[in-house]
């Protein structure tokens, strides 16, 4: 048979219109972009900076001071502020409402208690200085209309791979 013999057998009646629509069933993948195309940045929520970057500083803070650990609840003190100082430029309104404001209203009180208590090294000032950060912390989540958000010191570590003890 030559080839001609062929085509013409292929594109009998029958075959023609099974053959079109399976070759309009493919589906058409969209181009892929650039390589060098940036992709698009993902801006964190005020919910994913606080449960990311804060919530776990607050835990660790508490940790550090409850063990004595004045060395580590002081860096963790540091790392606190240093954050809230990046979330204040990453959102500086929230709901509306300043959020350097709304933080230095309910934590700066707080942190200087807690840094007192950090350089005297007393964990009675300690314990009472981190409540009252907890509680600014809560104050802020019901101003925000957010008080089921209920902060509470830290139970137990679930750092398993950080030990809070004081070393020697």
Known sequence: MKHGSILVALLAPGLLPAAVTAALSQTVQPPAPPADAAPAPYAMSMGDLMNTFVQPRHAKLGLAGHAGNWPLAAYALAEIRETFAGIVKAKPRFAGLPVGELAD????????????????????????????????????????????????????????????????
Do not use: M, W
Request: aromatic share 8%; net charge negative.
């Open 105 to 168: 209203a309910a934590l700066k009180e707080p942190l200087g208690a807690v840094e007192a208590a950090i350089k005297l090294r007393d964990p009675q000032k300690f314990a009472a200085a981190y409540d009252q950060l907890t509680q600014g912390c809560n104050g802020c989540h019901a101003t925000l209309d957010h008080p089921f958000v209920v902060i509470k010191p830290p139970d137990a570590s679930t750092f398993a791979n950080q030990d809070f003890n004081a070393q020697h």
